[in-house]
């Protein structure tokens, strides 16, 4: 399946074709800002001191500036229709989402449990906020005779 030229390459069409991206790819990637604008470098596989830019333009979606890239990818043959720098770009993206996600979740665990700070991971964070949310029985033990303790000599 082959996009059209004029196709606008958007990110769920990149993400739903990123077979063959390995850890590799995305360990080759990293992001950038120009401003406000994130962009995303990545390493050329032949030559290890270029890199070449991915980032998104309104009309077009998803662009890569490798000599592919640059020539519409022509001679991709990938599903996606676009270069591996594209696809491990938004591997990438889609990784940083996960993080962020995951961070989130820990900051509202740790609110609910009442904590600051913690070096536990999620699940187990989970299972102190939930042991926090129920009360703890209140044990009521009858008070017993008990003869006074006292440092006084007894008559
Ligand atoms: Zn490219």
Known sequence: ????????????????????????????????????????????????????????????????????GTHGWWNVTHPSGVCWHVRAAVACALEERKALAEQEQLNTLKQAAGVSYTDVDCATLKRIAERNKKQTPVVTVAPTRQAGFSLLKRA
């Open 1 to 68: 399946m082959a996009v059209a030229i004029n196709a606008t390459i958007t990110f769920e069409h990149i993400a739903s074709h990123l077979e063959g991206i390995t850890s590799t790819h995305i360990g080759m990637v990293h992001a950038v800002f120009v401003g406000s604008k994130k962009i995303y470098k990545v390493q050329s596989s032949i030559d290890t001191t270029k890199e070449y830019t991915v980032y998104r333009s309104k009309s077009r979606g998803y662009q890569c500036n490798c000599p592919s």
